[in-house]
């Protein structure tokens, strides 16, 4: 077992991808190409966080079935240990269906994620002295609001949470002082605060609300606008770094993995406009390319991709 770790405790998907061409139609049979990966926002997490040289532990459930094999050999070639996780006997995969425009952006998806029911707190209270000894601690919204607030109650070690959607971010509205970070787009933020994000200065409003509530790190993207951070009274808007864009999926999973990466390695002692710039140059490395989690990842690359954008970085 490595001496200092990442635990993940999330979903563990089979994706089904279609990327139509140029020219998307809307009801329509578009060009493109179809691709079958590894996803899930715990596994996607997980993944980027190896990239990232963090050694991670995912805690989640797979199936016994075809695509139960694909996820688990995937991830143990993509070196995330799956030593925590388990295969639930007669039961299918978690399964996401989505197709993108030819903008990269999201059209309709499905997800058939009835396994996750299996992270209980009776599955997590197994697993809980692991768990405690890692050194942050990830929860990825797709589990049960059950699961997650026994782990809020339980968990010694810094939570940090990825809402996943505006239909799962009340699941933890009551343990907001209980989450060391937090990472909202403006929709969850708004469920969340009351406040509606519609520029910077909502957004700053709905950080400080969180900050009050006992919530030491928010980190809320806001899409074309970027990524605001709020920490103490400390403020930071970074911009959006990307030069093109190939598709949007899995770019908030790889904000979330940078920020963990960030604490990781540095510990609060990285000011917080730093941890934004590493989070957005992450992210636009990860737009650029049609897979959820990019193979042009790496430590090295998002340091050099912050260094062109200093520039990008709004404090006040």
Request: aromatic share 6%.
């Given at each position: 077992?490595?001496?200092?770790?990442?635990?993940?405790?999330?979903g563990?998907?089979?994706?089904?991808?279609?990327?139509?061409?140029?020219?998307?139609?809307?009801?329509?049979?578009?060009?493109?190409?179809?691709?079958?990966?590894?996803?899930?926002?715990?596994?996607?997490?997980?993944?980027?966080?190896?990239k990232?040289?963090i050694?991670?532990?995912?805690?989640?459930?797979?199936?016994?079935?075809n695509?139960?094999?694909?996820?688990?050999?995937?991830?143990?070639?993509?070196?995330?240990?799956?030593?925590?996780?388990?295969?639930?006997?007669?039961?299918?995969?978690?399964?996401?269906?989505?197709?993108?425009?030819d903008?990269?952006?999201?059209?309709?998806?499905?997800?058939?994620?009835?396994?996750?029911?299996?992270?209980?707190?009776?599955f997590?209270?197994?697993?809980?002295?692991?768990?405690?000894q890692?050194k942050?601690?990830?929860?990825?919204?797709?589990?049960?609001?059950?699961a997650?607030?026994?782990?809020?109650?339980?968990?010694?070690?810094?939570?940090?949470?990825?809402?996943?959607?505006?239909?799962?971010v009340?699941?933890?509205?009551?343990?907001?002082?209980?989450?060391?970070?937090?990472?909202?787009?403006?929709?969850?933020?708004?469920?969340?605060?009351?406040?509606?994000?519609?520029?910077?200065d909502?957004?700053?409003?709905?950080?400080?609300?969180?900050?009050?509530?006992?919530?030491?790190?928010v980190?809320?993207?806001?899409?074309?606008?970027?990524?605001?951070?709020?920490?103490?009274?400390?403020?930071a808007?970074?911009?959006?770094?990307?030069?093109?864009?190939?598709?949007?999926n899995?770019?908030?999973?790889?904000?979330?993995?940078?920020?963990?990466?960030?604490?990781?390695?540095?510990?609060?002692?990285?000011?917080?406009?730093?941890?934004?710039?590493?989070?957005?140059a992450?992210?636009?490395?990860?737009l650029?390319?049609?897979?959820?989690?990019s193979?042009?990842?790496?430590?090295?690359?998002?340091?050099?991709?912050?260094?062109?954008?200093?520039?990008?970085?709004?404090?006040?």
């Amino acid at each position: 077992m490595e001496k200092e770790y990442v635990v993940v405790i999330g979903g563990l998907n089979v994706d089904i991808a279609g990327l139509s061409g140029p020219n998307y139609r809307e009801k329509d049979s578009n060009i493109g190409q179809v691709s079958i990966n590894v996803g899930g926002v715990g596994q996607n997490i997980s993944h980027n966080l190896t990239k990232l040289e963090i050694p991670t532990y995912l805690i989640s459930v797979y199936g016994d079935d075809n695509f139960g094999h694909i996820a688990k050999t995937e991830c143990e070639k993509n070196n995330m240990n799956l030593e925590y996780s388990k295969c639930i006997d007669r039961t299918g995969n978690s399964i996401y269906l989505y197709v993108n425009d030819d903008k990269g952006d999201l059209v309709t998806a499905i997800n058939d994620m009835n396994i996750i029911k299996y992270i209980t707190p009776e599955f997590l209270k197994e697993r809980l002295d692991f768990i405690n000894q890692a050194k942050i601690v990830v929860i990825d919204c797709n589990i049960s609001k059950e699961a997650i607030e026994w782990l809020a109650q339980n968990v010694t070690a810094p939570i940090f949470i990825d809402p996943v959607s505006v239909a799962k971010v009340d699941r933890i509205e009551n343990i907001l002082g209980q989450i060391d970070t937090l990472k909202p787009n403006e929709h969850e933020v708004e469920i969340l605060t009351g406040v509606k994000v519609i520029d910077e200065d909502s957004a700053r409003k709905a950080a400080q609300i969180l900050n009050e509530k006992g919530l030491k790190n928010v980190f809320v993207s806001l899409g074309a606008q970027g990524i605001l951070c709020s920490r103490n009274g400390e403020v930071a808007l970074v911009k959006p770094l990307a030069k093109k864009i190939v598709s949007t999926n899995g770019a908030g999973d790889c904000s979330m993995a940078t920020i963990v990466w960030s604490r990781f390695s540095y510990g609060d002692a990285l000011p917080l406009k730093e941890v934004g710039l590493f989070t957005q140059a992450a992210a636009s490395i990860n737009l650029e390319s049609p897979c959820a989690v990019s193979p042009e990842l790496s430590v090295r690359n998002i340091i050099l991709r912050a260094q062109e954008n200093v520039a990008e970085v709004v404090t006040k």
